[in-house]
């Protein structure tokens, strides 16, 4: 059951200073599932696919069109990331349907994932075009426009961070009230069974637990497409 008892992620364990919130410990469980799945679809690959290397394969097949239908052939090497990403942002962002705080619900998990695609975005940058067409292709369309350019390269991360954090917090905070509301109403009826809890707030669990994260997922993921597909034009395609 939701409670705002606690707005932040709580500390499962802790050694000194050094300590694991229940973020940690999801992310962990969901890459653990992630790893395992991928495993168990290439342990036995066969030239006819069934079982779970099917839909391994179906997944990769959408992944790629996907990200060559957003980004062009051309940026086709980052479907792995992007597939990844996508992947991990819907199971992260549903942990609520299951009565479980959800991981992009913490900033620190939003940040982190912003920061990868940051990195991701201007090493291969730097790598295609050299320094120089680096910083040229950031002073366009004229070299003044270096400084702007680049508060707007670091602001877009931050952006991208807080919007994920802000809906998935967001539709946490509001679930909580609906329960913990509903909770009082039980309560003050002295109804043995939390009727109103289990019927009212379905339509919002629809929502919020279900709906949401697989938008914010593809929101997110189709803002990191954009992010790296304009990085990674040439001076001519813009």
Do not use: C
């Amino acid at each position: 059951m939701h409670s705002i008892a606690h707005l932040g992620p709580r500390k499962i364990f802790g050694i000194g200073d050094f300590f694991i919130t229940e973020t940690v410990l999801y992310f962990w469980i969901i890459m653990a599932i992630m790893i395992t799945f991928a495993l168990l679809a290439t342990r036995k690959l066969e030239e006819k696919p069934k079982g779970i290397q099917l839909v391994a394969e179906y997944i990769v097949e959408f992944v790629y069109n996907f990200t060559e239908g957003a980004m062009g052939k051309r940026n086709s090497n980052f479907s792995p990331y992007i597939g990844t990403l996508f992947i991990f942002l819907i199971l992260g962002n549903s942990l609520g349907l299951w009565g479980l705080r959800p991981v992009t619900a913490d900033v620190n998990t939003t940040f982190a994932l912003a920061g990868i695609t940051f990195f991701l975005v201007h090493y291969n940058s730097i790598k295609s075009k050299g320094i120089v067409g680096y910083f040229k292709h950031l002073s366009a369309p004229y070299p003044f426009m270096l400084p702007i350019n680049l508060v707007g390269e670091l602001a877009f991360p931050i952006s991208l961070s807080f919007r994920l954090f802000g809906n998935i917090a967001g539709g946490m905070i509001i679930m909580a009230l609906i329960f913990t509301g509903l909770d009082s109403v039980s309560e003050s009826l002295s109804l043995s069974i939390p009727f109103f809890q289990f019927l009212i707030p379905l339509p919002a669990n629809l929502f919020f637990d279900i709906f949401e994260p697989i938008l914010q997922g593809f929101v997110f993921t189709m803002l990191t497409m954009v992010f790296i597909s304009i990085n990674n034009m040439t001076h001519e395609e813009h």
